[in-house]
């Protein structure tokens, strides 16, 4: 069952795993969604702190206010969702993503991607008790907890397509990093040959960052459009609970 199904103007993606091709028999079942609740009126970048996030064991849901101030700084998690189809699709959420679109892949979007793989590098080298045996079983065989450890490579792979192509990085379509990040999450390579090819592309990313990163746009046009969407075109919406 899908939840928040119930929530009006509601948009909702399978998400974790299965968002980027990764899942296996294992893998758990994970949503993310976005709703827009017609009393709240209002632009988020007016009072950003009016925004709301809730959560359902591993599953979330973001107000649109929500989604649209952390589309602003860079949640690479939440900018993949502006590319894939969701399981179920709300006409006020399809049209921001519509609107906003062309302008997610900006400058601190690729700050937030080098942020979070070194987030992903610490939880992921850094001995922490797991509360499910098998995984801390793993975790302990292995030295590193392949998870996040996959996770932190996807990261990076991302970060650097972007930097060069000034494109979404779909993880689903890469045929030769999709099997090797597979192989990761399985537990397939040494914690040795994981270090030394993490500070080998992690200095690469940063070189790239460097040299490139002033080449993308900044989130500037992004908040004009993500604005104009919640003060002129959001209106029409205000009455609908319609979902395509």
């Known amino acids: 069952m ?20 990764l899942n296996n028999e294992n893998s758990d079942e994970d949503f993310g969604g976005v709703y827009f609740n017609p009393d709240e009126m209002w632009s988020p970048f007016v009072n950003e702190y009016g925004t709301e996030t809730g959560h359902n064991n591993d ?20 900018v993949d969702l502006c590319f894939v189809e969701p399981q179920i699709k709300s006409a ?3 049209r921001f993503i519509h609107v906003v679109k062309p302008h997610v ?13 070194r987030n992903q590098s610490e939880r992921g080298f ?13 975790i302990e065989e292995l030295s590193y907890d392949p998870k996040y450890v996959s996770h932190l490579f996807r990261l990076m792979v991302a970060a650097e397509y972007i930097l060069n192509h000034h494109a979404y990085y779909d993880a689903r379509k890469d045929w030769l990093w999709r099997p090797v990040l597979m192989q990761i999450k399985e537990g397939h390579y040494t914690k040795d040959w994981l270090l030394e ?10 070189e790239l ?32 609970t319609h979902r395509e």
Request: positive net charge; hydrophobic residues 40%; charged residues 20%.
């Open 105 to 117: 892949l900006h400058q601190d979007l690729v700050k937030s991607f080098v942020g979070y793989a």
């Open 209 to 240: 960052e460097n040299e490139k990163l002033g080449l993308l746009p900044t989130g500037e046009k992004y908040v004009e459009r993500a604005h104009d969407f919640f003060l002129k075109e959001l209106p029409y919406f205000s009455h609908t």
């Open 59 to 78: 599953s979330w849901v973001h107000t649109l206010h929500k989604f649209a101030v952390l589309l602003r700084k860079g949640n690479p998690n939440l």
């Open 2 to 21: 899908i939840p928040f199904a119930g929530l009006p103007n509601v948009q909702v993606w399978r998400v974790g795993s299965h968002l980027y091709g």
């Open 92 to 94: 006020v959420v399809s």
């Open 126 to 138: 850094l001995y922490a008790k797991r509360q499910n045996a098998d995984r801390q079983a793993q």
């Open 197 to 206: 090819k993490r500070d080998m592309m992690m200095s690469h990313v940063l």
